[in-house]
């Protein structure tokens, strides 16, 4: 588990803006010595949400084996988790939301958590106007990972109304690199 980080890419641009600012924590993550493990959700076939089987309750871990579970296993060997999304209808993208429902079995029938309770995380999260919904949308996903025990030490919500391709600005460069320090 010792240094290694799992990135989760939530947009379908690989290029995109919130991608760009996960590359950045995980490319300072990596000069920093740390094993980057990262997941473009989009490009992964046959993600599932989960099905609410309960075998986790009683195996400690998610029972579906299918292409979501590395993506778990990686979560679960990791110090830290880096969680990326645009805004889509003031929520986080499907392909995120689908590996979220599965840290589902990350928790004991009573909410408790499988997970070391060390773990820490990043939130990322690119709107258009919506900034207000983004800071929601982290919050959101903030509290997820605190379900899990996994404690975010920083959160990133950028918005650009009037040209996207300016969101990520080199404050918002900064502020990446910073919060890579704190993972
Ligand atoms: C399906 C869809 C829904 C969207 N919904 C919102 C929204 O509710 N609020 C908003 O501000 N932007 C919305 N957008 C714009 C994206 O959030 C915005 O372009 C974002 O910066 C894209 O992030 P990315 O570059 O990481 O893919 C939406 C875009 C799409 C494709």
Redesign the pocket.
């Known amino acids: 588990m010792a240094g290694k980080i799992t990135v989760l890419i939530g947009?379908?641009?690989a290029n995109?803006?919130?991608?760009?600012i996960a590359k950045i924590i995980a490319d300072e993550c990596q000069a920093k010595g740390k094993e980057v493990k990262t997941f473009q959700l989009d490009k992964i076939d046959g993600l599932r949400g989960c099905r609410a089987c309960n075998g986790c309750k009683s195996t400690r871990k998610c029972i579906s084996k299918d292409a979501t579970l590395p993506i778990l296993e990686s979560i679960a060997e990791s110090e830290a988790i880096v969680l990326?999304?645009?805004?889509?209808?003031?929520m986080e993208s499907g392909q995120l939301k689908l590996v979220l429902d599965r840290f589902y079995g990350f928790l004991t029938a009573d909410f408790q958590t499988f997970l070391p309770g060390t773990q820490k995380a990043a939130i990322v999260v690119?709107?258009?106007?919506?900034?207000e919904?983004?800071e929601n949308c982290a919050a959101h996903l903030q509290q997820v990972c605190a379900m899990c025990g996994i404690q975010n030490v920083g959160t990133i919500a950028?918005?650009?109304p009037d040209d996207?391709k300016k969101?990520v600005t080199s404050e918002v460069i900064a502020r990446a690199k910073d919060i890579a320090h704190k993972l």
Do not use: Q
């Open positions: 947009s379908p641009r995109g803006n919130s991608a760009k990326s999304t645009p805004l889509y209808f003031n690119s709107c258009m106007t919506g900034e919904s983004a950028v918005a650009d996207e969101i």
